[in-house]
């Protein structure tokens, strides 16, 4: 039995008792029978109630609680304390203003609670970082001067006091483990309850290659909990009113101020549109390839034909696609290449190149 239900029953029976007792009142005006108009008051009243009551109950509250959500921690409590200090200010003025001739001292005490409420929460929200940061150092027990080896601590420190969210397919990806082993992450690396939950629905899909690639997630989110290189953590967070993952990371970053780390172009560019901080790998896999300039030399291994007649294709230890020109007849032998041309594209970085002379 819902909530929403029994507070249906609850406005059903007291506006269907609030109808009698008007229909009652309403019979000795129309000096009709009593009975009829209780019983029809009655029902009107029952049906009212029945309709009316979640939109005066449950529903506003349902709402609020999803903007709160919304809302991150700090920011919340920034404007709590904004608007106990605007409430305590109009206080102050209530009395003097007060005092003043009809009708200004019956209407400006109301007027200044609402204003500086407002004041109140819009500084309060605004400079929330810096009050934050004014408290922490009045703290007792905190000192003022930076203490040079607590900040070497601190630094040194794995979590380093950033919280990195993980996207579903970055750890199906699989190169989060190794890109976390080299310590480059600075941070706590946390997936959230409900992306766990969409790599288990992907391990147990009926599609096997859904299965694979969702069970190659799970044995990396588990091989990387056992390193302690980067600490892992599982959160029980949610963000209510929100169905879809995506959305879901991108408020619950807004909320923790933390980047998202994934390699999901759509995600990437809902999430920056929004203001939230990205760690994208394949960005990182692209940023890293050995820079080559046309004229060099390399030696490859061409493995297969091009597109184009004549053409071979081989790759580079990072898995950069180099094209060489008439290399189809050095399929399957390490040939001399020289670089003509280097093209940068969505997918990655693609390499040009002709035979020397010696390998034709």
Do not use: H, W
């Amino acid at each position: 039995m819902s909530i929403e239900f029994i507070f249906r029953i609850i406005g059903m029976i007291l506006m269907a008792v609030l109808g009698v007792l008007s229909g009652s009142s309403f019979s000795k005006i129309a000096s009709g029978p009593p009975e009829l108009y209780m019983v029809v008051f009655g029902l009107v009243g029952a049906l009212f109630g029945l309709i009316i009551t979640p939109f005066i109950t449950t529903r506003p509250v349902r709402a609020l609680r999803i903007i709160l959500g919304k809302i991150s921690t700090p920011t919340l409590v920034a404007g709590l304390l904004g608007l106990l200090s605007g409430l305590i200010f109009a206080a102050l003025l209530a009395f003097p203003l007060s005092l003043l001739p009809s009708p200004f001292g019956d209407l400006l005490p109301f007027i200044g609670v609402l204003l500086c409420s407002y004041f109140g929460i819009m500084v309060f929200v605004m400079r929330q970082q810096d009050i934050f940061n004014l408290l922490r150092s009045r703290l007792p027990g905190k000192s003022t001067e930076t203490n040079p080896a607590q900040t070497t601590e601190d630094a040194d420190s794995p979590s380093g006091g950033r919280t990195i969210l993980l996207d579903t397919s970055v750890i199906i990806d699989g190169r989060i483990a190794d890109i976390a082993r080299t310590g480059f992450l600075v941070g706590t690396l946390m997936i959230p309850r409900f992306v766990l939950n969409e790599l288990q629905y992907i391990a147990d899909s009926a599609d096997s290659l859904r299965r694979q690639r969702g069970r190659r997630g799970m044995e990396v989110l588990s091989q990387m909990q056992k390193e302690t290189t980067v600490p892992v953590r599982i959160s029980d967070i949610d963000v209510e009113g929100v169905r879809e993952v995506d959305d879901k990371l991108v408020i619950l970053a807004r909320q923790l101020r933390a980047p998202i780390l994934t390699n999901d172009y759509n995600l990437n560019r809902v999430a920056e549109l929004q203001g939230v901080a990205v760690l994208n790998v394949n960005e990182l896999a692209n940023a890293v390839k050995s820079v080559l300039l046309p004229g060099e030399s390399l030696v490859v291994n061409i493995i297969q034909e091009g597109r184009e007649v004549g053409q071979g294709v081989a790759y580079l230890d990072d898995g950069t696609m180099v094209v060489v020109e008439d290399g189809r007849s050095q399929i399957n032998t390490q040939a001399n290449v020289t670089v003509t041309k280097v093209l940068q594209t969505a997918a990655g970085r693609m390499i040009f190149a002709r035979l020397d002379v010696d390998s034709r």
